[in-house]
């Protein structure tokens, strides 16, 4: 069982920046691969970033590629997703997610966090 909160959201301008914890309990964290999804207000959940429980696989949306950057503490049991250059369109409620690997789907997640929601202004 793993439980997952996450923190670090809030409202930042357009061209900001952010980074996002997602805290883990659990002694089997380092098993898992990590994933980020959002949602925005009427649509669907979507898959952001994803990194395997080494740290050597990265996997990105194409939305936010070379603008976010997810990465991992297994001593701290914690994921963070660090966002730059962000965009209104960014706006949405930020999950963390534990599973078995790199997917980019949410059926592939095991656990989920309660997300942390992030707002940009223009």
């Known amino acids: 069982q793993v439980q997952l909160v996450e923190s670090g959201g809030g409202l930042v301008q357009a061209g900001g920046s952010l980074r996002l914890s997602c805290a883990a309990s659990?002694?089997?964290?380092?098993?898992?691969?990590m994933g980020w999804f959002r949602q925005a207000p009427g649509k669907e959940r979507e898959f952001v970033a994803a990194?395997?429980?080494?740290?050597?696989?990265?996997n990105y949306a194409d939305s936010v590629k070379g603008r976010f950057t997810i990465s991992r503490d297994n001593a701290k049991n914690t994921v963070y997703l660090q966002m730059n250059s962000l965009k209104p369109e960014d706006t949405a409620d930020y999950y963390c997610?534990?599973?078995?690997?790199?997917?980019?789907?949410?059926?592939?997640?095991?656990?989920w966090g309660q997300g942390t929601r992030v707002t940009v202004s223009s």
């Open positions: 659990g002694r089997t964290f380092n098993t898992y691969a």
């Open positions: 997610a534990a599973g078995p690997y790199t997917a980019t789907t949410t059926a592939a997640y095991d656990y």
């Open positions: 990194i395997s429980w080494g740290a050597g696989k990265l």
